[in-house]
């Protein structure tokens, strides 16, 4: 189904939110797809590596098309822990339509902004600093090979915050991201990810791995110099390397072709370059696998969780104070045909009211400098920071 895209009046028209509705509407937008979706019908928090999990995906959409739905979709979202419950739903209402163009004036909300009455860093600079430097011990005494460690910051903000508009905001300055709004018990996990896990189109994979970051500079020749930097950072391959290397193994017992670049390319996002890596794989004849079984051989990826995953996760419950939930899991739909396509949840906020937490990690391998991991996640935190128009804060401090 197509949609024409008129000039919108955002809020009514284009998210078409009436005031009861204003958090309750779940929206993924990429450039191949925009779902929307509203109300719960069935839900499934079943965590995704029980034995049971595809058994209740398959029993939600019989249950749905037994009331009629030829091709139901669950939408929602699946921790970084895939041993902690998944929030999806069978919505009420859904919609799958071409996807917005972000390049509309309606989403240039420049008088949309909050100002900080509190923060606080978890862990604060000398946890981190001390976290970063357990790990750079471990990974020169262990099998570990690198490992994601992260932080999150609290705010409070001087108002609640309006959902659709923070959600214009983030797409009108992030038009090529993967656009999220996902509504959890805890709140709103509101974002614009640059990074796709899967996209399932038929048999059709399709992944983009990212991993190895530099900050962007407003000085262009600045920016130039980053750039190179990064494409030239020995450290920075090696980090791209092992997330690659881990998708490819995953992926090559479930599928007779793929096709993935043969170097890293760059990639940018409004603050951030990133080393990136496009993937297509071609399922195996006959597959009977649903996007879920693809999606428990992948995440967490080297790129949230580090390698070899068992040590990398068993290495972040220690080191980390706080509990990631849904920061670096998924978001994301499916449907009863086996199409899907699930964002890694980075570069995103937890909303409720005017209490919002922010999230960031960074790859640890052996050549890691704290210093820089502590710029490099303050520096991805401000892809949020911009979306909730909150200006001269100094996020690295
Ligand atoms: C974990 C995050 O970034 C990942 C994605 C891209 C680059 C990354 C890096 O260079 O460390 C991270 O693996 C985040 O943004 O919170």
């Known amino acids: 189904m197509d949609v024409a895209f008129p000039d919108y009046d955002y809020d ?33 928090e079943t965590p995704l590596s029980a034995k049971t999990f595809q058994h209740d995906v398959n029993k939600v959409f019989d249950a749905e098309q037994r009331k009629g739905i030829d091709n139901p979709i669950l939408v929602g979202a699946i921790p970084f822990d895939l041993d902690q419950p998944c929030q999806l739903l069978a919505p009420k209402w859904s919609e799958r339509v071409k996807p917005f163009s972000a390049d509309f004036p309606a989403f240039k909300d420049k008088d949309f902004s909050h100002q900080i009455i509190n923060h606080a ?18 990974l020169n005494h262990d099998d570990l090979k690198k490992i994601v460690l992260s932080k999150i910051l609290e705010l409070t903000l001087d108002r609640s915050v309006d959902i659709p508009r923070l959600l214009t905001n983030i797409m009108g300055q992030n038009p090529s991201a993967y656009h999220f709004s996902v509504p959890l018990e ?48 020995k450290k920075d391959q090696y980090e791209h390397r ?3 290397d881990a998708i490819r193994s995953a992926l090559i017992p479930m599928v007779q072709s793929m096709k993935l670049e043969a170097q890293p390319s760059l990639i940018s996002t409004p603050t951030m370059w990133h080393l990136s890596t496009q993937i297509e794989a071609i399922l195996a004849k006959d597959s009977e696998l649903s996007i879920f079984d693809v999606i428990k051989q992948l995440h967490p990826t080297p790129a949230m969780c580090g390698t ?42 937890e909303v409720a009211s005017n209490k919002v937490r922010l999230f960031a990690g960074a790859g640890v391998v052996p050549d890691s400098c704290v210093e820089s991991e502590w710029r490099e996640t303050s520096a991805k935190m401000q892809t949020m920071i911009n979306a909730f128009g909150i200006k001269g804060f100094n996020n690295d401090d």
Request: glycine letters at 8%; aromatic letters at 6%.
């Open 12 to 44: 009514a028209e284009l998210l078409s939110l009436s005031d009861q509705h204003k958090t309750d509407l779940f929206l993924f937008n990429s450039s191949h797809n925009l779902v929307r979706a509203r109300g719960v019908s069935q839900k499934i």
């Open 121 to 138: 860093f978890k862990p604060d600079h000398t946890g981190f600093v001390n976290m970063i430097e357990a790990a750079l011990l471990t």
């Open 186 to 233: 805890s709140g709103i996990l509101i974002g614009a990810s640059p990074e796709l896990l899967i996209r399932k189109e038929g048999n059709t994979l399709y992944s983009n791995p990212l991993a190895g970051s530099a900050k962007r500079s407003k000085d262009l020749q600045e920016d130039r110099r980053a750039s190179h930097a990064l494409q030239q950072s």
């Open 242 to 244: 092992i997330v690659v």
């Open 308 to 349: 070899p995953t068992g040590l990398a996760h068993h290495h972040i419950s220690a080191l980390e104070p706080h509990k990631r939930g849904f920061f670096s899991g998924l978001v994301g739909w499916c449907d009863a045909q086996g199409n899907g396509e699930w964002a890694i949840a980075i570069r995103c906020a």
